[in-house]
């Protein structure tokens, strides 16, 4: 039997259901680890970032991630504000790992998504 290693930081092909509304899903989708080391060992769901190639409006909850710090084929947008909590078993292949300089940007993205740090210029984005 081969059991699937999960850590933080790597990327997954994962087969997310249609959802029928903006949350991503439906179909086969790249998707960073966020859980941390623990959770991805001993939980039977863990926290998952979607991948998007196509282009979109910045916003501070969106991690640009290039082909050289990812081992994706295309240069990628992580949507942090799309975290999502999944099943492990729809995380179908391990695609890469993420550079410790991606994770520490994803870090900062995951921060400002739940509020953990002050949004110093009160900045809207809309």
């Known amino acids: 039997m081969n059991v699937k290693e999960f850590r933080r930081g790597d990327i997954w092909l994962v087969n997310l259901?249609?959802?029928g509304n903006s949350i991503?899903?439906?179909?086969?989708?790249?998707?960073i680890?966020?859980?941390?080391?623990?959770?991805?060992?001993y939980s039977p769901v863990i926290?998952?970032?979607p991948l998007t190639s196509q282009t979109k409006k910045w916003i501070p909850t969106?991690?640009?991630?290039?082909?050289?710090d990812s081992g994706l084929i295309k240069n990628s947008i992580a949507l942090v504000e799309q975290i999502q909590l999944l099943p492990?078993?729809?995380?179908?292949?391990?695609i890469s790992s993420c550079s410790?300089?991606?994770?520490?940007?994803l870090d900062c993205a995951i921060?400002?998504?739940?509020?953990?740090?002050?949004?110093?210029?009160?900045?809207?984005y809309a």
């Open 88 to 94: 492990k078993e729809i995380f179908e292949t391990k």
């Open 33 to 41: 680890i966020a859980s941390n080391n623990l959770a991805c060992r």
């Open 24 to 31: 991503q899903g439906g179909g086969i989708r790249p998707m």
């Open 111 to 124: 921060k400002i998504q739940f509020a953990l740090v002050e949004n110093k210029n009160n900045a809207v």
């Open 17 to 19: 259901p249609f959802t």
């Open 62 to 68: 969106h991690v640009e991630i290039s082909v050289a």
């Open 47 to 49: 926290h998952a970032i």
């Open 100 to 105: 410790d300089y991606i994770i520490d940007k």
